[in-house]
């Protein structure tokens, strides 16, 4: 066991754990941000997608003694133009079915915008490809983060 | 005018005894409405705030359909509420809530596509019986005839124009009889059905604070991790260093978990070869962490044995499936005409295919998980992804001798569900761990062990023989569909019984009722028994049934030398509805047209019926495929459906959209095989599910009705696996029989 003092959503905050407990487990069970999620444990589903110093990573793989001073982001406290523009367009396309990968989806297409402000299908598809979704609700994720990015034009 | 219930009149809070609402939409979020405003019960569905808010009962599990939504825009309309003024609360315990699909005890469950259908009129009935009480409340305080009354949208307005609002009138309401025959809107009159209605969770999903089952977080819970034994029938045999784990941090106990009396092993649905109960066949670590009991369980040295069917493998189940298709002994489903007798005779012209599909896993991205707490006062109240309420109590109940009214139930949102979280063995073993330890306990099987155990969808295997007529038409057609009977290893009563021998319909849906004209026609079945878990999964038996259909259908209309569309009008021109939506399919593809020379099209259709003939939802599909890159895609999916009434064409189509993408995972990737007793996959890498990359362009074609609302959750996954594979075939002269396709057959 080990004490941590983290950065999560602009907080510090002090957690008491195993160095090698993954970042997604830290937010979900020591400090009950449960919007990351936990789908496979292995960085093959995205569900727990956050970002670190602003880029966007896999929770479940990161042990909490390799994050250092990196500063996290997550689903709760995701802000900005790009996080209002996605999650507005999320809403006015009623993306989510279930919802459970909603957040990892909507983290990686934040990501995407910050990075590409007019993404192309090509763009999107590299982008989110590693963003499961079991509902299979891409066709409307595709629409969402095509308005997102008008959105940001205008 | 019947009295049909008395109303409780609840103060201060619009959770009853038995019907509890779940904080499901924000965490931590007040259970009863905002203000500490008396909350009145108007019916088992409605509760009106004198602060105006109305909370609306749904008994529905959301598991990403839109009942969360859906089944709510159906009260409030009739209700002629204000849809901005509406709240939704998961209920349970009350007969109003359950249902049934064909002949079993009503029970809560949300599945076969039968929600919307089913509660369409019963919600309507109990939310217009709601509104008259209201109406009359307002008549009775104006001294007026209800006749002079009207509604609109949260008040009753009175001839001269006064208005009363529900919230004023709510407590008078609650106290008068409710009719059991209330007089229901026209469809003209309908304000919210039949509307694209946003959804209601839509916000919460997007931000993150939808409450799952895995987010659920109980005072002075515990977490377990849990390994199960890798055979189907295998126990623990030893546990070699369970002192030495208990001293890590955090470790509380360490749990051995009885195997679980549920699914195929049913007393009285039980497959003869599978042990009899009880053994140990799980084991969990409780800690204060998850990831402390996780590593706490990878370090637990356990030994388990195989059972008596540790030799269950897939070069097995090959051996028996092909030796059933070809084997003396069948059921006959159905026999029109003299099928036998003419494929007999005309031997040297019998067209045959035979096709196979595996057993495959349900995957939801959210791995099972529950949070339960069993009480020392023998009561247990259990916290989770529910699809099946009452299933679940009855579960726990048998488990660890407690009355199945002693069990509450709160149902959360669901990370995806697809048939799996019926079935409530990972509710049980919470309970099982919460009893040992004496304290609430959230259980999470990791991916791997949610694959691994699983309850599959069926194997399935088809062998179709036909002859054609002059005109190349069939004349006769015989199809044997074999495989692992999921009515008889889960649900014997649903099977039907002939003189010789029982055989299950989801074996052969979308077959033995299928809608082609055939003079002569033959199915049969073969159960091959297993001792592999099963149970429904979305779209049940028509996702192999309807593969082999419609690929042999494709494959007598190429022997005719006639259009696969044509082919199909001709021998369904006696049924207009299917003509409908084949027609509609083709002229939104543009079927008769030429296209373009990198492009190729598979057409297919089905009739979906649902269990117990409770509904016709029909669907046709047009895929195009496209060759880019040395490779063929399928790019585009034209769908046309006749769902009925559409109480909801947003989510409707989200399901159509939804539905084609599943399908594309089923017929391009899923497939579990077995070794030594148990399943061979485990994540991800090798159980991949259908990426963003790989998905087509969807274009929905819904066709107006005035049929009452049809199932639809299902529906149109079946259909496109046939026409993928007839699109290949026409693309690269290759068969494709076998599900799910090689990704070999996709080079061009």
Request: glycine residues 8%.
């Given at each position: ?11 510090s ?10 970042l ?9 941000l ?86 192309t299908d ?33 | ?34 203000g ?13 705030a ?94 007026v ?9 949260g ?33 003209s ?52 260093n ?56 990878d370090?637990?040295?356990v ?28 059921v006959?489903?159905?026999n ?26 349900h ?24 699809q ?31 048939g ?36 599959f ?37 649903w ?13 052969v849906?979308g ?71 084949l ?5 939104a ?10 492009l ?13 003939g ?20 399928v ?67 819904v ?43 996709f080079?061009?």
């Amino acid at each position: 066991m080990g004490t941590f003092i983290i950065d999560v959503n602009g907080t510090s905050r002090s957690v008491d754990v195993d160095g090698d407990t993954p970042l997604l487990w830290v937010l979900r069970d020591n400090l009950g941000l449960t919007g990351t999620k936990f789908g496979c444990g292995i960085a093959l589903c995205g569900a727990c997608t956050v970002f670190v110093d602003g880029r966007p990573l896999r929770a479940c793989s990161l042990p909490i003694s390799a994050l250092g001073s990196g500063k996290v982001t997550t689903i709760e406290g995701v802000s900005g133009t790009e996080a209002v523009a996605v999650q507005d367009a999320w809403v006015a396309r009623d993306v989510p079915q279930c919802g459970y990968c909603q957040s990892g989806q909507i983290m990686s297409a934040v990501a995407l915008l910050k990075e590409i402000r007019k993404p192309t299908d090509r763009d999107i598809d590299l982008a989110l490809n590693g963003n499961l979704c079991r509902c299979a609700t891409y066709v409307r994720i595709r629409a969402a983060i095509h308005d997102a990015a008008r959105a940001l034009e205008d | 005018m019947q009295p049909i219930s008395r109303r409780l009149v609840l103060a201060g809070s619009a959770a009853g005894a038995a019907s509890f609402l779940v904080p499901v939409i924000v965490r931590s979020s007040p259970t009863a409405p905002p203000g500490g405003a008396a909350g009145y019960e108007i019916t088992d569905w409605i509760v009106i705030a004198t602060s105006e808010e109305v909370t609306l009962s749904l008994s529905q599990p959301e598991v990403g359909q839109g009942s969360y939504t859906v089944l709510p825009q159906i009260l409030a309309d009739e209700l002629d509420a204000d849809w901005q003024r509406v709240k939704v609360r998961f209920v349970t315990g009350k007969d109003a809530y359950k249902i049934a699909f064909k002949n079993e005890a009503p029970a809560q469950k949300e599945g076969a596509s039968m929600s919307t259908t089913v509660f369409y009129k019963r919600l309507r009935v109990a939310a217009a019986a709601a509104r008259e009480a209201l109406v009359r409340a307002a008549a009775e305080r104006w001294d007026v005839a209800v006749s002079q009354c009207r509604t609109e949208k949260g008040f009753v307005i009175g001839a001269s124009g006064e208005r009363l609002s529900y919230g004023e009138l709510a407590p008078a309401a609650a106290r008068l009889p409710l009719s059991t025959k209330p007089r229901l809107k026209e469809q003209s009159q309908f304000a919210l059905i039949g509307k694209p209605v946003p959804r209601l969770d839509s916000r919460a999903k997007s931000t993150g604070r939808a409450v799952f089952g895995i987010d659920v977080a109980i005072p002075g819970m515990l977490n377990a991790a849990i390994r199960m034994a890798p055979s189907f029938t295998g126990a623990i045999v030893a546990i070699r260093n369970e002192a030495e784990i208990l001293k890590r941090p955090g470790v509380h106990a360490v749990v051995r978990i009885a195997a679980v009396a549920v699914a195929n092993e049913e007393p009285g649905s039980q497959h003869p070869k599978i042990t009899s109960l009880p053994r140990h066949n799980g084991v969990c670590v409780v800690a204060d962490h998850f990831w402390q009991a996780k590593r706490a369980l990878d370090a637990l040295l356990v030994e388990f044995d195989s059972g008596t069917q540790g030799d269950l493998s897939t070069a097995k189940i090959d051996v028996l499936l092909q030796s059933a298709l070809d084997g003396e002994t069948a059921v006959a489903a159905v026999n029109i005409g003299t099928p036998k007798e003419i494929l007999r005779d005309k031997a040297g012209s019998v067209i045959e295919r035979r096709f196979v599909l595996p057993h495959i896993a349900h995957a939801p991205l959210e791995p099972v998980n529950a949070t339960a707490s069993y009480k020392e006062d023998g009561t247990v109240e259990v916290w989770g992804s529910i699809q099946a309420v009452t299933a679940c109590q009855e579960a726990i109940a048998k488990a660890v001798g407690v009355a199945a009214d002693a069990v509450t139930v709160h149902v959360t949102f669901l990370g995806g569900s697809f048939g799996r979280k019926i079935v409530p063995d990972y509710v049980v073993q919470a309970v099982q761990a919460s009893k040992a330890v004496g304290r609430p306990v959230k259980l999470i099987r990791t991916r791997e062990q949610d694959t691994q155990h699983d309850v599959f969808r069926p194997n399935a295997a088809g062998r179709l023989r036909a002859v054609l007529d002059e005109q190349g038409y069939p004349l006769a057609v015989h199809a044997r569909v074999a495989g692992q009977s999921l009515f008889g290893a889960t649900r014997k009563s649903w099977l039907d019984q002939t003189p010789e021998g029982a055989w299950d319909e989801s074996m052969v849906d979308g077959i033995y009722n299928q809608s082609y004209r055939l003079p002569n026609f033959l199915v049969e079945t073969v159960d091959t028994p297993l001792p592999i878990p099963v149970y429904f999964m979305r779209s049940v038996g028509s996702t192999a049934a309807v593969f082999f259909w419609e690929s042999f259908i494709s494959e007598l209309a190429s022997h005719a030398g006639v259009d696969q569309y044509l082919y199909r009008r001709n021998l369904l021109n006696a049924d207009p509805l299917a003509l409908r939506v084949l027609d509609a399919v083709a002229q939104a593809s543009g079927w008769a047209t030429t296209w373009a020379s990198h492009l190729f099209r598979g057409i297919a259709y089905n009739c979906y019926v649902g269990r117990g003939g409770r509904f016709k939802t029909y669907v046709a599909e047009v895929v195009e495929l496209e060759r880019v890159d040395g490779r063929f895609r399928v790019k585009r999916v034209f769908c046309a459906v006749d769902p009925g009434l559409v109480v909801n064409p947003n989510t409707l189509v989200a399901q159509i959209e939804g539905g084609i993408g599943f399908a594309m995972t089923t017929a391009l990737y899923s497939r579990i095989t077995f070794s030594n007793g148990g399943a061979d996959q485990s994540n991800f890498f090798d159980y991949p599910l259908l990426t963003i990359d790989k998905m087509p362009e969807v274009v929905p074609v819904v066709l107006p009705s005035d049929r009452a609302p049809q199932g639809f959750g299902e529906v149109v996954l079946a259909p496109l696996a046939p026409a993928i594979a007839q699109a290949v075939l026409q693309a690269t002269g290759r068969r494709l029989d076998v599900m799910p396709f090689p990704d070999a057959a996709f080079a061009s």
